[in-house]
């Protein structure tokens, strides 16, 4: 925890896949929260002093030989705790209630009857509510000292509570957008049930974060890796303000940026731009075409991508010399993913993770190493980022050679940058860019006859994907109006040399993934 905030909520881990949510749901609060996992020691949480526990869900049964529980004194610190899901039951498991396997699970959106309205969990709450349920198990019967504060048709126990020990549960996760009233009731844990006052906010973040800079790097010198996306971009803006001239941020253009972007971050960051910082750019397009030629698996040319990264920013920081300092824009998530749970590899995700073992550096800093995804774009905003930079969607680091199909040519790379930015000015205007979680062209290596004036045509189809998505892990494609896509379709190929089919991405992920490759 950054010492710059006194409250801080744990929420201990036990599997959920929602455990960043809740992270994040409280943090919407202004109370600033931590993920640990739920083997975190009693001495830990004594000494961290959290202002309340939040328990996630889990895929376990707590009766089982699988159940993962957690050390029983932690129910003797007088923390309140509240309990979701997997964590209710295990609550009233090691209280000394009843678990069982309920005769008939619940899944999705279910109405909740609050039985106590006046409990602290349902302030300002409706009396009937939906809420988000996913359980195969149940509480039978509750603890002693609980009282039963919610049910559903199916569920006797859908909410508990022991006000006197600031114990609270729900069998229902009040941390999805689907519990209609969830948030106000994670905001009633944190404020009336925790007591916090709400003391995590973005421009303090930013203003402290920017005197510990100062503090730690001295005069020391600061190099950065710039991709032009919102983590990069942030945490430059942040070293700049605190170190300014001492930063040096090298930026690579590997050819296979969209459509003016490789200018676009050289306007915001270059010497025209209002940043004082140094600002090498790398012209590296002709190398990766080079050694892209013939290549046409999709992680082999990830690889490729990656590691002629690394060579290219390693030629950089041999001419700079050594440096004190590199910056990562690792992010809370990255911090959370590496360090609690394990998934299989999909796709070899490129970023400048590679980069600490080919410069010569004393120490890395991580200055949103704490920060969800939406706190970076806010604290971006606090530091006057153009809006354009802060709000922009997700990019993969090998850029545009995982968005052509097979073999990537020069040509090609004109082709989905051209039919990209058509796309992209489209959607904006039609004024729903803010509603997609991302969006994009991308160039399969189909081609196709058509017909354009009296002439065959033998030429590429372009794909467009738009998918809805709150966490990039599982998405929907989005229902875009017809009306949009068949103008978009019209004016790529029209203005878009060799290509003379447009196709619409359907797919949701699973099956298929966000990008194509
Ligand atoms: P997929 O295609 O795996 O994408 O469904 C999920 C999200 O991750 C982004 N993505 C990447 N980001 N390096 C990145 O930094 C990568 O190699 C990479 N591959 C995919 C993708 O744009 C989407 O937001």
Redesign the pocket.
């Known amino acids: 925890m950054s010492d710059m905030q006194k409250e801080l909520i744990i929420v201990l881990d036990f599997g959920g896949q929602y455990n960043q949510l809740i992270a994040r749901r409280v943090r919407e609060c202004s109370v600033y929260a931590e993920v640990h996992p739920y083997t975190l020691s009693i001495d830990k949480i004594r000494e961290m002093n959290p202002k309340g526990i939040i328990f996630t869900g889990g895929p376990n049964s707590v009766y089982g030989d699988e159940a993962i529980l957690c050390s029983p004194e932690i129910f003797e610190l007088g923390i309140p705790i509240l309990g979701i899901c997997y964590g209710s039951q295990l609550m009233a498991h090691m209280l000394g209630g009843r678990v069982e396997t309920a005769p008939v699970s619940e899944y999705g959106h279910t109405e909740v009857k609050v039985d106590k309205r006046d409990d602290l969990l349902f302030h300002g709450v409706s009396k009937e509510t939906i809420v988000w349920m996913s359980h195969t198990d149940y509480i039978a019967q509750v603890p002693a000292g609980f009282e039963i504060t919610a049910h559903s048709e199916v569920c006797p126990v859908a909410a508990m509570s022991d006000p006197a020990r600031k114990f609270y549960a729900t069998q229902y996760h009040p941390e999805v957008v689907h519990s209609k009233e969830g948030q106000q009731m994670l905001r009633n844990f944190v404020y009336e049930v925790c007591g916090c006052q709400g003391d995590w906010k973005m421009d303090s973040f930013v203003k402290t974060t920017i005197e510990q800079l100062r503090e730690k790097i001295g005069d020391g010198k600061v190099l950065c890796a710039l991709s032009g996306?919102v983590d990069s971009s942030v945490a430059a803006v942040l070293l700049s303000r605190a170190v300014g001239k001492q930063l040096t941020c090298v930026f690579v253009d590997h050819g296979l940026l969209r459509k003016d972007e490789g200018d676009e971050v050289e306007a915001v960051f270059g010497p025209e731009g209002p940043y004082e910082l140094n600002f090498i750019r790398v012209n590296a397009q002709q190398r990766y075409y080079e050694k892209l030629k013939g290549v046409t698996e999709p992680e082999e040319k990830?690889k490729i991508i990656?590691e002629e990264f690394i060579r290219v920013f390693e030629e950089e920081a041999r001419k700079i010399g050594a440096v004190d300092f590199l910056v990562q824009g690792t992010i809370y998530p990255d911090v959370i993913e590496s360090g609690l749970g394990k998934s299989a590899v999909?796709?070899?995700?490129?970023?400048v993770g590679g980069l600490p073992s080919v410069v010569d550096f004393k120490e890395i800093v991580e200055p949103l190493r704490l920060l969800f995804k939406d706190e970076v774009r806010n604290a971006g905003r606090e530091l006057g980022i153009p809006e354009y930079l802060v709000a922009r969607?997700?990019?993969?680091?090998?850029g545009l050679g995982?968005r052509i199909i097979g073999e990537v040519t020069e040509e090609k790379v004109r082709i989905v940058q051209e039919a990209d930015a058509i796309y992209r000015k489209e959607i904006q205007k039609a004024g729903i860019d803010n509603s997609l979680?991302?969006y994009?062209a991308a160039l399969s290596n189909m081609r196709s006859v058509g017909v354009m004036g009296d002439f065959r045509t033998y030429d590429y189809a372009v794909v467009l994907r738009a998918v809805n998505?709150s966490d990039?892990?599982t998405?929907d494609a989005a229902q875009l109006p017809w009306d949009l896509l068949a103008k978009v379709t019209n004016r790529i190929v029209n203005e878009v040399k060799g290509v003379n089919r447009v196709l619409y991405d359907c797919t949701g992920?699973p099956p298929?993934?966000?990008?194509?490759?």
Do not use: D, V, W, Y
């Open positions: 996306g990830r990656g999909i796709k070899s995700h490129h970023n969607q997700p990019f993969p680091g090998p995982i979680g991302q994009f998505t990039f892990m998405a992920k298929a993934t966000i990008e194509l490759e």
